[in-house]
Each structure stands twice: as C-alpha cells, then as structure tokens.
C-alpha cells in the first residue's frame, strides 16, 4: 500500500512539473498560429474557427496568473512584430470563445 501511495506522489509530481513552468513564447506561438487569419481579418467567419479558440482559451489560461501576464502579453508583441492585426480582435475572440478571462487587445504599442 505505501508502495503505491509514493508512486502515485511521484506520478502527481511528474505530470504537475510542466503546468508549474512559465509559459514560453514557442507555446504562446503555436496557440496563436490558429488565430492568425481571424486577427488579421482574412478569416472567411466573423467567429474564430474552433482551433483558434481552443488556443485563445489556452493563452487565456495562461494570462490569468497575474505574473505569467506579462510574460505571455510579451511574448504576443514579439510573435506578432511583424504582423498587421486588429488588436481588439483577441478581445472579441477571446468573448465568442467563452474562454472565462477576456483577453484585453494587445497591440504593437501595448505596456505589458
């Protein structure tokens, strides 16, 4: 019995490690790449497709730790820096997605 009781501690320990990590931008990127048409406006919907929204419901997650913010806003500016988009779209989507945090618009200009 105590056997399996540490191997579970372990398991919990060895699947919690990468939630506990910072969100990195390479992750915020691959969230975004479903949404880039749909932010830049060329989506054929006026409602993110659904793969976009599982990624804006990530990000979303990501950004409500208050110390992750700003690494993930960071990491928005810097995937997006050569990319025209409406900022206001990731507010918009984040809503029509019902991600539970509306994502504020991050702009080129925006203070992180």
Same mark, same amino acid.
């Given at each position: &019995?105590? /056997?399996? #009781? *540490? =191997? &579970?501690? #372990?398991?919990?320990?060895?699947? +919690?490690?990468?939630? @506990?990590?910072?969100? $990195?931008?390479? %992750?915020? !990127?691959?969230?975004? +790449?479903?949404?880039? $048409? *749909?932010?830049?406006?060329? *989506?054929? !919907? #006026? /409602?993110? !497709?659904?793969?976009?929204?599982?990624?804006?419901?990530?990000? $979303? =997650?990501? @950004? /409500?730790?208050?110390?992750?913010? !700003? %690494?993930?806003?960071?990491?928005? /500016?810097?995937?997006?820096?050569?990319? =025209?988009?409406?900022?206001?779209?990731?507010?918009?989507?984040?809503?029509?997605?019902? %991600?539970? *945090?509306?994502?504020?618009?991050?702009?080129?200009?925006?203070?992180?």
């Amino acid at each position: &019995m105590a /056997k399996l #009781i *540490y =191997n &579970m501690i #372990i398991l919990l320990f060895v699947l +919690a490690t990468p939630a @506990m990590g910072k969100p $990195s931008c390479e %992750t915020v !990127s691959k969230r975004l +790449a479903p949404c880039l $048409s *749909y932010i830049q406006g060329r *989506y054929h !919907s #006026i /409602k993110p !497709s659904g793969r976009c929204c599982r990624g804006l419901i990530d990000i $979303s =997650n990501m @950004m /409500k730790n208050r110390g992750d913010y !700003s %690494t993930v806003c960071k990491c928005i /500016k810097k995937v997006l820096l050569h990319t =025209n988009y409406d900022p206001k779209r990731f507010q918009t989507g984040s809503q029509q997605c019902n %991600t539970g *945090y509306t994502l504020p618009p991050v702009g080129h200009t925006t203070t992180c």
